[in-house]
């Protein structure tokens, strides 16, 4: 049974950070390219960042780049999204993703698996 579970969520300020992770189970984690979307309320689930299976590319959302860092530890099977220079924009549930896609992709029809997401919530 596949299993990706998100933690680190959380209330924060403006300009604080946070770092989310995604524990994944139940298949070869070092073969997937993960991703991290999330979905404020009333809006659909976008792209924030993604890895490749080795770790050697990343893709990010215009609006986070040089904010948030996505990386991975294969030995832990875990993907984690580090925060920086939060704002109100950042707050969303933010899930993480997996796929066999070789090509970091941005669409969440594109990831087969998913988690059940963790609250983000930038607080003024």
């Known amino acids: 049974q596949v299993q990706l579970v998100e933690s680190g969520g959380g209330l924060v300020q403006t300009g604080g950070s946070l770092r989310v992770s995604c524990v994944v189970s139940g298949l070869p984690f070092s073969m997937y390219t993960m991703g991290w979307f999330r979905q404020a309320s009333g809006t659909e689930r976008e792209f924030v960042a993604a890895?490749?299976?080795?770790?050697?590319?990343?893709n990010y959302r215009d609006s986070v780049k040089g904010r948030f860092t996505i990386s991975r530890d294969d030995a832990e099977n875990t993907v984690y999204l580090q925060m920086n220079s939060l704002n109100g924009e950042d707050t969303a549930i933010y899930y993480c993703?997996?796929?066999?896609?070789?090509?970091?992709?941005?669409?969440?029809?594109?990831?087969?698996?998913w988690g059940q997401g963790t609250q983000v919530t930038v607080s003024s």
């Open positions: 993703g997996a796929t066999r896609r070789l090509d970091l992709p941005t669409d969440p029809p594109e990831y087969r698996y």
């Open positions: 890895i490749s299976w080795s770790g050697g590319s990343t």
